[in-house]
C-alpha cells in the first residue's frame, strides 16, 4: 500500500489523546504526521522549563497552555490533520462528552492516579472504543524491557510496566518517545484494519 | 486450578482465590493496577469478593506514573 493510500485511510478516523505531556504531545505529532483525520487533545496544564526534555515544546513557549500550544506546532508540520484542544482537567464525567466519537482513544497521562482513572471511565463508560495505554518508561536504556501487550481487543499497553518516575528516575525523551511512539503505531494498527 | 495470568499459564493449589488472595500470593498487591477477569474490568471494592477459578483469563495492568 503507497503512502498516499493509507493517508487517505487513516484521514477518516478522529482519535483521543488523553494528556498533552511527553506521551500524549509525542504521540500526537506522529499520529499528524501519518494523516490520521481529527486528533481531540486535552490537557490542563502550562509548559514549564523542566517539560523540554521530553514534550514537544519549545523555550519560547514556556508558560503558554500545551493544547494550544501543541495544535500551532502540529499545525507547523503541515498535515492536513484537525487539531480539537482541549484547555481542561480530565474526570469521569467529561471523558465519555469530549472523546465520544472517537474510534481510539490514547492514554497519556504522567500520573499513575490518573491513568487508572481514565482507564477505569473508557472500559465502564465508553465499552467498545479501543484504548492505548503508556504504563513504565522513567530513567534511560533497557530498551529490551518496553513491551507491547495486548490485554483484549479494547486494551493496549506499550511501556515496561514496571519504572515509577522519581527524582532520580527521571522520564527522559528517548524512553517516553519511544512508548509515544508505539502508542501511536498500535493506534496505526487499529485503524488500519478498521474499514 | 490453572488460570492464564497475563498470557502465561499459573498454577496454584487452590480450587479458587480472591483477587486480593492472588495480588498477596504473587506479592502484587501494593501498585496501581486493573484487573479484568475474561475481558472484564474488576471494580477495586469486589477484590474480596471476586473469585478467580480454572481456566480464567486474569489479565493485570501496572500502571506506573511518568509520561
Known amino acids: 500500500m503507497k503512502f498516499s493510500e493509507i493517508k487517505t485511510h487513516l484521514s477518516r478516523f478522529r482519535v483521543g489523546i488523553a494528556g498533552a505531556g511527553g506521551l500524549g504531545s509525542n504521540c500526537a505529532v506522529a499520529l499528524a504526521r501519518s494523516g490520521i483525520g481529527t486528533l481531540v487533545i486535552s490537557d490542563f496544564d502550562v509548559i514549564e522549563e523542566t517539560n523540554l526534555n521530553r514534550q514537544f515544546y519549545f523555550a ?4 503558554r497552555k500545551k493544547t494550544e500550544a501543541l495544535k500551532e ?12 484542544a482541549n484547555q481542561i482537567k480530565l474526570n469521569p464525567d467529561n471523558i465519555p462528552l469530549i472523546y465520544s466519537g472517537c474510534d481510539v482513544i ?8 490518573m491513568k487508572e482513572m481514565l482507564i477505569e471511565t473508557v472500559l465502564t463508560r465508553m465499552p467498545g472504543i479501543p484504548l492505548v495505554v503508556g504504563s513504565g518508561m522513567a530513567g534511560w536504556g533497557n530498551n ?8 483484549d481487543d479494547y486494551l493496549f499497553v506499550c511501556g515496561d510496566e514496571s519504572t515509577e518516575a522519581s527524582q532520580d528516575m527521571p522520564p527522559m525523551a528517548p524512553r517516553v518517545g519511544i512508548v509515544a511512539n508505539m502508542q501511536a503505531n498500535v493506534v496505526v494498527e487499529i485503524l488500519m484494519k478498521k474499514q | 486450578m490453572k488460570i492464564l495470568l497475563n498470557n502465561r499459564e499459573e498454577y496454584f493449589d487452590k480450587e479458587s482465590l480472591t483477587i486480593n488472595e492472588l495480588l498477596l500470593l ?12 475474561n475481558g472484564t474490568l474488576i471494580q477495586k471494592d469486589s477484590y474480596d469478593n471476586t473469585y478467580i ?5 486474569v489479565q493485570i495492568l501496572y500502571l506506573m506514573s511518568g509520561g
Open chain 1, 60 to 63: 519560547d513557549q514556556i508558560g
Open chain 1, 73 to 84: 506546532n502540529i499545525e507547523r508540520i503541515g498535515s492536513a490533520t484537525r487539531i480539537i
Open chain 1, 106 to 113: 490514547v492514554e497519556a497521562f504522567d500520573r499513575s492516579d
Open chain 1, 144 to 151: 529490551e524491557s518496553i513491551n507491547y501487550r495486548m490485554i
Open chain 2, 26 to 37: 504473587k506479592k502484587l498487591s501494593f501498585r496501581l493496577r486493573i484487573v479484568k477477569i
Open chain 2, 53 to 57: 477459578k480454572n481456566d480464567d483469563n
